[in-house]
């Protein structure tokens, strides 16, 4: 399997451009969930058909791997500029931009590491004229340029906002510097696992009651009560 990131490196990654690492993190749950490789330790990869079209006039439905590789049969060189790749998702059309000399040589370096998407990440906010928007956590205007004019509509800046959030609160521990970075799961809150305890009792109470079967229920508590009495009694 590539190498995956660590702490570490997301360290030096927001000290090179001066921003939180949980500004870059952020970005990572949001473009993959913070996965650059699949199980079978392939790039993460979306296909996008309307760049395959505009590059072939050819249409390829779908944006899975499976599309990919129906249109990676009809133009390879097409088919790797019109997809996205990796744990932050750099588009290939932009693999001069990011530093590679051909698209071959930028979808190589994808499916090393995810060091080299990192890298490439950076390189590419740096190109962009990002960086104060990730420092300030200017999501929509970060959003604007990385994930386009229509960021709005998938709510890109908002997930952003969120994801800042969350990581915002989090402490890196020393003993945790070379850790893999990985996406927490979300987990119930004890004030939330409460609230759902006492929604389901009152909603049994409120069933109960209305459905006439209360009295059968405190009919049933007394006599188990009665009985349990008599027992401890002749005990």
Known sequence: ?????????????????????AAIRAVDEVESNGNGFDSAGRPTIRFETAWFRTYTGVTVSGSSRD??????????????TSTSWGR?????????????????????????????????????????????????????????????ANYAEGKYHIKLATAYAKYSKEVILPEA??????????VL?????IGIILLLVFGAGYYLYFSGRSTDVLRYIRLRTSGLFRRQQLA
């Not at 399997?1 to 690492?21: F, Y």
């Not at 051909?102 to 499916?111: K, T």
């Not at 510097?177 to 979300?186: A, F």
């Open 1 to 21: 399997m590539p190498a995956k990131l660590t702490n570490n490196d997301l360290i030096a990654a927001a000290s090179r451009l001066g921003c939180e690492v």
């Open 67 to 80: 599309s990919f590789n129906k249109a990676f049969a009809i133009n390879p060189t097409a088919a790797m």
């Open 88 to 148: 932050y998702q750099v588009m290939g059309f932009n693999y001069k931009l990011v530093g590679y000399s051909s698209v071959n040589e930028f979808v190589d370096a994808m499916r090393e590491s995810e060091q080299k998407h990192l890298a490439a990440f950076l390189t590419f906010v740096e190109k962009k004229s990002l960086v104060t928007a990730i420092r300030t956590r200017s999501w929509a205007a970060f959003a604007y340029k990385y994930n386009g």
């Open 177 to 186: 510097l070379n850790d893999p970075v990985v996406i927490k799961k979300k």
């Open 189 to 193: 809150s004890t004030e939330l696992i």
